[in-house]
Structures are given as C-alpha cells and as structure tokens.
C-alpha cells in the first residue's frame, strides 16, 4: 500500500482546509437558517391560531356577558307572569275594569242606560276532553268527577232600561259579537215607568274572555 505524498505547498494547503471549513460552516448555516425558519413559520401558527381562539373566546364572553345582563328583565318579566297566573287562577280573568267599561260605552246606544253592574267570580265545572258547564245564574261547581277539574271565570250581570225590546236585542247582539265578552245570556226584560214614561228593564249576564 503506497502512501500519498502530498507536494503541495503548505499555503495552499491551508487555504482549501479553511475553504472546506468554510463550505461546511455555509451548510450549517444553511441548515440553522432554514430551521430558524421553519420554527418562525410554525411559531406564526401557532400565534395566528391562538388569536383566533382569543376572539372566539371573547365573542363568548361578550354573548355571555348579553345573556346575563337580560336576567333581571326576564325575572321581572316572570314574577309578572306569575301574578297573572295567580290572578287567573284567582279570578278567572286578567281584563281590566276600564276596558270592560270602555266596550261598554262603546257598545251600548246612547238612548240605553245601565242601573247596575255586577262583577263576581264564579266556579265552572270543565270536563276534560269536553265542554265547559255554565249558566246564566252563578252556581256552585258540583263535585269534581275523574276527568274534570273546577274553573274560575268572571261573571258579570248587568241591568239596565231601554226604550224598546228592539234596543235591549240590538244591545245583547252587540255583546255577543264583541271579544271582550263570551256567553251571553238574557236573563229578563219587563215594563217598568221611568221619568213618567214607560221603558223596558232588562237583565243580562255573561263571561269576560280571558
């Protein structure tokens, strides 16, 4: 086995030992350079996911925060709720006295006066399934069966004159056919003398819708 001699000047030895040094320095350099940026990309990534995340988490928190400010309102809106319930149950109805005596005046003739108006509640017997029992004449519920269950409703009776019968059935037609009002029925009409003259009183009753 022959050895090489190398019959180079020791210059320029030196010059490609530091050339080959330098070729591989440019390689790791290359290598750090492009793990340096490989590590940039992913690191961006990374940012650019969690500040996605970041406003997704604060459109939560911004919803969040617009659902608990709508508590209170909602609360109120179901204490209010509640209080008509109970006066539902209560009294079988939630109308307003004014409206009920705004429908009035608005119906009746102006050559019709009321000279009484009754406002009571009034217990019904409903049959599941089936129709409501009721009266012209406020009675007390019999006792409940199986399939049927006890229902408040406000009653009204009402007495007033007109100058004919023809008024008081005009008038009772209107009762009927207004919403405010449900199950009307005549109870009487008769001759009586008013201011000197003759006039016809008469008695009707009906429920007030719920």
Do not use: W
């Not at 008769?190 to 006039?199: E, I, M, P, S, V």
Request: overall charge positive.
């Amino acid at each position: 086995m022959m050895n090489e001699v190398e019959f180079l000047p020791e210059r320029i030895r030196q010059q490609r030992a530091r050339k080959r040094r330098l070729v591989r320095q440019g390689y790791l350099l290359a290598a750090c350079g492009v793990a340096l940026g490989m590590l940039t990309y992913v690191n961006a990534l990374r940012i650019d996911r969690a500040r996605a995340e970041k406003i997704a988490l604060d459109e939560r928190a911004t919803h969040l925060s617009r659902q608990i400010s709508m508590i209170p309102p909602l609360e109120q809106e179901l204490a209010e709720l509640l209080i008509k319930q109970r006066i539902e149950a209560e009294l079988g109805s939630r109308a307003d006295c004014t409206a009920v005596l705004a429908e009035l005046c608005q119906i009746m003739p102006p050559n019709m006066v009321l000279t009484s108006l009754e406002l009571k509640a009034v217990d019904f017997q409903v049959v599941d399934g089936g129709s409501t029992h009721r009266s012209a004449r406020p009675v007390a519920a019999p006792a409940p069966a199986k399939a049927s269950r006890t229902e408040r409703r406000i009653r009204m009776v009402i007495t007033g004159l007109a100058p004919t019968d023809v008024d008081v059935a005009n008038f009772i037609g209107q009762l009927s056919a207004s919403c405010v009002f449900e199950d009307v029925n005549m109870g009487y009409a008769k001759t009586r003398q008013f201011q000197d003259r003759l006039a016809r009183e008469f008695q009707a009753s009906c429920n007030l819708a719920r």
